[in-house]
């Protein structure tokens, strides 16, 4: 048997809402059925303290009292003198004890009560009135009594009431039942969909209902995750179909070249070891910048510290050897960043790697606040990113023809390596528009 915590939503839903009807029903089943016994006792007490008066004035009529009384219907009768001595009954009470003990006051109106263990009504209580009167033989006490109504009243009634109570908590149950099967059928169906959806068709989405409501809103958020789904398989495959021709070309390009000096007895050995270690060298820094995109994407970042960006900057510039172009600087001071201090420090290597690869002059590193973030400037004067192309060269393996003229063995992951850096510290890297030259610009939240 399934405990509570596996039953179904619309179970449990089904289940809540068929208690809380029970118990309404059985809260207003309670009501009538405590007006309805009310009802009928204030009936009754009426008939018996009315039967009371009948005797009374066929008393007040007689010199003296008959010791068998008139039957009054259901009433049963009996009169009793102060000292307790039962006097008169009517027919139904001959013969019998007193029904009631009770005294009521010498005032108009009588005394009236419940009465159990009744010897002539075994298993039964009376309702009953005590009233006193005055005849010729002296004062007397008048006592009527009925059986009291049980609490429920009148059968008939409480059988129709409580089997209107069932046949609507049936309905309660099978309409909310209803309600939310058909209220669930959305997710299902999103469920069913999404048990379809693989690697091999990520294009498919899950149905969003016409309704504005929850369910929309988890229809549209998975087509929305799907997308992102789809869009990361589509860059995964690109990536691995560049990585695979990137690393294929250089091995193959390797292989010919063996190949060609093994049949060649008069090769320069020591010509194709080095160019061979070039290709192996190239290889290396492909693979390790794939190693580093592949953290990037799979792992948190190290611990990060407080860090200030112009210094970061400077300790980097410091560590560079003196090229061809030189760098000039514009650091502020207390530019204070959150970041892991090894990958910022990357990024600016490889940022003034290219801008001293592209310089014809000079390369510019400014350092700055603007807006609540600290802004990295690296600037050169060369030829320049065309606007169609500032997002193109963050692409992995996305080389300019410029590119790889200048660095023929560079990887084309630089670029894209620096991005991931920036955008896993909640930061931005992009292209600007400058008078002269590529401006990449840095941006990362300030440490307040």
């Not at 449990?12 to 009501?31: E, K, N, Q």
């Not at 007689?62 to 102060?82: C, F, K, N």
Request: with cysteine; glycine share 6%; hydrophobic share 40%.
């Amino acid at each position: 048997m399934k405990s509570p915590r596996q039953w179904s939503v619309r179970l449990r839903l089904t289940i809540w809402a068929t208690a809380a009807a029970a118990l309404a029903c059985a809260v207003t089943v309670g009501f009538v059925l405590d007006g309805n016994h009310q009802a009928r006792m204030s009936d009754q007490l009426r008939e018996v303290y009315s039967a009371d008066l009948r005797v009374l004035h066929h008393l007040a009529r007689q010199r003296a009292v008959p010791p068998v009384l008139p039957d009054e219907g259901l009433t049963a009768m009996q009169v009793v003198d102060p000292s307790g001595r039962l006097v008169s009954a009517n027919t139904r009470m001959a013969g019998q004890p007193r029904m009631a003990f009770f005294v009521p006051p010498r005032r108009p109106g009588g005394m009236d009560g419940v009465v159990c263990d009744v010897p002539s009504f075994p298993g039964q209580c009376l309702t009953v009135a005590a009233m006193w009167i005055t005849t010729p033989s002296g004062d007397l006490i008048v006592y009527g009594g009925e059986p009291t109504h049980p609490w429920y009243g009148d059968s008939a009634f409480a059988t129709v009431l409580v089997s209107g109570a069932l046949i609507w908590l049936i309905l309660v149950a099978v309409g909310t039942h209803f309600l939310v099967e058909r209220a669930l059928r959305p997710v299902v169906d999103i469920a069913s969909e999404l048990a379809e959806i693989t690697e091999k068709c990520p294009g498919r989405r899950v149905p969003v209902p016409a309704h504005h409501d929850e369910i929309r809103y988890l229809a549209t958020t998975a087509n929305r995750t799907l997308q992102h789904l789809e869009e990361a398989i589509e860059r995964e495959r690109r990536f691995t179909s560049d990585v695979s021709h990137d690393l294929r070309t250089p091995i193959t390009g390797a292989r010919l070249r063996l190949e060609e000096a093994l049949t060649d007895p008069e090769v320069d050995w020591p010509t194709t070891a080095r160019e061979l270690l070039n290709d192996m060298e190239r290889q290396q820094a492909l693979a390790e910048d794939i190693l580093t995109l592949a953290r990037m994407g799979n792992e948190r970042l190290p611990p990060q510290s407080r860090a200030d960006l112009g210094q970061l900057a400077r300790r980097e510039i410091e560590r560079r050897p003196h090229g061809r172009v030189p760098i000039e600087t514009d650091l502020e001071p207390e530019v204070i960043v959150f970041c892991d201090r090894l990958l910022i420090s990357r990024l600016m290597a490889n940022l003034l790697d290219n801008a001293q690869r592209h310089a014809v002059s000079r390369v510019v590193v400014a350092v700055r606040t603007e807006d609540g973030t600290g802004v990295l400037v690296v600037a050169d004067d060369g030829a320049g990113i065309a606007p169609e192309y500032r997002e193109l060269v963050f692409e992995r393996f996305a080389r300019l023809p410029e590119s790889r003229e200048l660095d023929p063995h560079g990887t084309g992951l630089g670029l894209a390596i620096c991005r991931e850096i920036a955008q896993a510290h909640q930061g931005s890297l992009n292209v600007e528009d400058s008078a002269r030259g590529a401006c990449m610009v840095l941006r990362l939240p300030l440490q307040t």
